[in-house]
């Protein structure tokens, strides 16, 4: 374990410059799918078959990434997988067909999905060793990342092709790996305390630490419980990245500039509320902040899926990203907490495909009704997320 406090603070610096970068290159790809979409003459079911390729790719090399860094640890999985992803980013504008468009996802979702596995790890034990609830800072780092490359995207839709706009995140990603990545890999990784620490004002559920022992049978249904909640709330986080702007594009006649603001909106509130996060958990406790915030998304989400105009949409969009904030970065923690390495992995292969299994989800569902019927399902899957919480918190008390 470091030693120095600086130590500490170099290695949060580092795993934050990799959280922002994640969603930089993601937000960078999902703003020009509209672009790609036509590029390819792919129908909403053909392409939602396309983006089937990310959740492939991501939920198997999720499962295999908790191996990977349990024998190579998690800051070089970290550095190898953001190479991966920074170089497929430019590879879908390449491609002319839908065939061709899941192959080349294919690779770009295995990047994605173990550069996550591995990041996380690395800040639970962090959050373990710091013994504060900070966990949504990072993810806030991923949400300002996003609001950035989407910001970025809808400032160059008009005037640069989506091949040299996805090849100029590529050279941008490279640089800041090769800045981040050899500050991370000379950190020595956080060690977990063995023994949990004392519930504090940050955890009313009384659950902190890490689990020093092979997780029981009750522990093993609780981590997979929050990866359950986690999937509902991702699944709205994958809906709005892919599927927000050809809404207020196609349904609501809004510019390709005016449709990428989208999801900047949706960015933009998710990091405030992340930023916020650690403040709202040390208050409310994991639970309440929970509860509130699922109940906020659904409302928010209801208005952006069915709001007649540009801007009301707009407004739900960021009211949904405000209420999403801190649900999945509470949930991939606590399963962290309890269950170890094994823990994350688990709650991440569940989160992480329920963000990259919803917009194939809603391609379907956009092919059988329309698309801001099917964009009702986010609001549906956040009130099983309150659900869900409620009831483990009383399964908690109880048991």
Not at 219 to 240: D, H, K, P, Q, S
Not at 303 to 313: R, T
């Amino acid at each position: 374990m470091p030693g120095p406090s600086t130590d500490l603070t170099r290695l949060r610096i580092a795993l934050t410059a990799f959280f922002a970068l994640d969603g930089f290159v993601f937000a960078g790809w999902v703003v020009r799918i509209p672009a790609v979409k036509e590029q390819t003459g792919a129908s909403a079911g053909e392409l939602g078959l396309a983006l089937l390729g990310v959740s492939a790719g991501a939920v198997v090399t999720m499962t295999l990434t908790g191996r990977l860094v349990r024998r190579y640890g998690s800051h070089p999985v970290t550095v190898a997988c953001a190479v991966l992803l920074c170089l497929s980013v430019a590879l879908p504008p390449l491609t002319h067909s839908v065939l061709a468009l899941g192959a080349v996802l294919l690779v770009f979702g295995s990047a994605y999905g173990g550069i996550n596995v591995a990041f996380n790890s690395a800040a639970v034990d962090l959050v373990a060793v710091l013994r504060r609830p900070i966990m949504p800072s990072f993810h806030a780092a991923f949400s300002l990342g996003g609001m950035i490359g989407a910001a970025l995207g809808g400032l160059v839709a008009g005037s640069l092709s989506p091949v040299r706009h996805l090849l100029g995140l590529t050279v941008i990603g490279l640089l800041v790996t090769l800045v981040a990545g050899r500050a991370l890999l000379r950190c020595e990784p956080a060690a977990a305390p063995d023994r949990p620490a004392r519930p504090g004002r940050g955890d009313r559920d009384g659950r902190d630490g890490t689990a020093s022992r092979p997780p029981d049978r009750r522990t093993r249904r609780l981590v997979v419980t929050f990866g359950l909640i986690a999937l509902c709330t991702a699944y709205g986080e994958g809906a709005m990245a892919d599927w927000g702007a050809l809404h207020l594009e196609q349904d609501l006649d809004a510019s390709p500039g005016l449709a990428a603001a989208g999801y900047s909106c949706f960015a933009l509130a998710m990091t405030v509320g992340r930023l916020t996060g650690t403040t709202l958990l040390e208050r409310l406790g994991r639970t309440t902040t929970v509860v509130a915030g699922g109940t906020v998304a659904v409302a928010g989400m209801l208005l952006g899926s069915l709001a007649p105009s540009v801007w009301a949409a707009l407004s739900g969009f960021a009211i949904t990203g405000l209420g999403l904030a801190n649900i999945f970065p509470v949930a991939v923690e606590r399963a962290g907490a309890l269950g170890g390495p094994g823990g994350v992995a688990t709650a991440s292969t569940l989160g992480y495909g329920g963000m990259l299994l919803g917009p194939p989800a809603i391609g379907f569902m956009a092919d059988w009704f329309s698309l801001p019927a099917a964009l009702t399902s986010v609001a549906v899957l956040a009130a099983v997320a309150v659900l869900v919480a409620v009831a483990t918190r009383r399964a908690g008390v109880a048991g």
